[in-house]
């Protein structure tokens, strides 16, 4: 994959591409990385760092840092009447499917899923919309839903399939398998301590930490293991990417 500048400012369009960079600056309040970030030079740079070290930590925060309010973007509530009924009863039946090219496809229950070991992180979500908030997340590392499944060695991408339309199409995001078994890449359940509200993706979204805001797909209901994204709505791997253009690989 390659990062321009004209990649970035035209995938997202000009206007939104000023406040992504303004968002940048925001992220390296270092002068020194500010002016470096904003070369051409820096732009090789990210996109190395990206390239080379996509095993790296995002940052994690301390509780002090929290946001009051980790707001909503997008879907704040998905309006099929199935959505409506999984939370009027507290999405006691709602299934995680995990299939695709896996040996033994999975259908975890919420109870299933909270009862696994869980991680909690304090993370930065940036969106390319221009706003950042850091929230502390609780969730069952997608690894461990990959491992009960078993991924077969054709297996390249995991397609993430939402309970929401956006703009009436479907919501649906990808990764690879690199941000899938990221120790930071967790299925979250809960926000700030309490049950993951609606409006953030109840009962289960994705946190991809890597990676801009538009990827940590909400609603998810089925993660789809794949060899190729173009099978898939629009093949783009994303619901930004089929579109917008959007980046599929959004690295932070
Ligand atoms: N299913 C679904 N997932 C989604 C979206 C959406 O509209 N539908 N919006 C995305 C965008 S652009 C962002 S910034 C984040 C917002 O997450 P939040 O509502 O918890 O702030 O969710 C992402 N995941
Ligand atoms: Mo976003």
Same mark, same amino acid.
């Given at each position: 994959?390659?990062?321009?500048?004209?990649?970035?400012? %035209?995938?997202?369009?000009?206007? #939104?591409?000023?406040?992504?960079?303004?968002?940048?600056?925001?992220?390296?309040?270092?002068?020194?990385?500010?002016?470096?970030?904003?070369?051409?030079?820096? *732009?090789?740079?990210? #996109?190395?760092?990206?390239?080379?070290?996509?095993?790296?930590?995002?940052?994690?925060?301390?509780? #002090?840092?929290?946001?009051?309010?980790?707001?909503?973007?997008?879907?704040?509530?998905?309006?099929?009447?199935?959505?409506?009924?999984?939370?009027? #009863? %507290?999405?006691?039946?709602?299934?995680?499917?995990?299939?695709?090219?896996?040996?033994?496809?999975?259908?975890?229950?919420?109870?299933?899923?909270?009862?696994?070991?869980?991680?909690?992180?304090?993370?930065?979500?940036?969106?390319?919309?221009?706003?950042?908030?850091?929230?502390?997340?609780? %969730?069952?590392?997608?690894?461990?839903?990959?491992?009960?499944?078993?991924?077969?060695?054709?297996?390249?991408?995991?397609?993430?399939?939402?309970?929401?339309?956006?703009?009436?199409?479907?919501?649906?995001?990808?990764?690879? *398998?690199?941000? %899938?078994?990221?120790?930071?890449?967790?299925?979250?359940?809960? *926000?700030?301590?309490?049950? *993951?509200?609606?409006?953030?993706?109840?009962?289960?979204?994705?946190?991809?930490?890597?990676?801009?805001?538009?990827?940590?797909?909400?609603?998810?209901?089925?993660?789809?293991?794949?060899?190729?994204?173009?099978?898939?709505?629009?093949?783009?791997?994303?619901?930004?990417?089929?579109?917008?253009?959007?980046?599929?690989?959004?690295?932070?």
């Amino acid at each position: 994959m390659m990062i321009t500048r004209r990649g970035l400012v %035209g995938s997202i369009g000009a206007a #939104a591409g000023g406040l992504l960079l303004s968002g940048c600056n925001r992220i390296n309040a270092n002068p020194a990385v500010r002016g470096v970030l904003g070369s051409a030079e820096g *732009l090789t740079m990210r #996109a190395q760092r990206i390239i080379s070290d996509r095993s790296a930590m995002a940052p994690e925060y301390g509780a #002090a840092d929290m946001s009051p309010i980790f707001r909503a973007n997008g879907t704040r509530q998905p309006t099929s009447a199935d959505y409506a009924a999984h939370m009027q #009863a %507290g999405f006691a039946a709602w299934r995680l499917g995990v299939d695709g090219l896996v040996a033994r496809p999975q259908s975890f229950t919420l109870a299933q899923i909270r009862a696994m070991p869980r991680r909690t992180q304090i993370t930065r979500h940036d969106c390319v919309e221009g706003w950042s908030a850091i929230g502390k997340w609780t %969730g069952v590392p997608l690894k461990l839903l990959l491992d009960q499944a078993g991924l077969r060695t054709s297996a390249r991408y995991l397609i993430f399939h939402c309970a929401d339309l956006y703009g009436g199409a479907p919501y649906y995001e990808s990764i690879d *398998l690199i941000d %899938g078994f990221h120790p930071q890449t967790i299925l979250a359940w809960a *926000l700030n301590d309490a049950i *993951l509200p609606v409006a953030n993706g109840a009962p289960l979204r994705l946190r991809v930490e890597r990676q801009l805001g538009y990827k940590h797909a909400k609603y998810v209901q089925r993660i789809e293991a794949v060899a190729s994204l173009a099978g898939t709505h629009g093949g783009k791997g994303g619901y930004w990417e089929d579109s917008h253009d959007y980046e599929w690989y959004a690295g932070i």
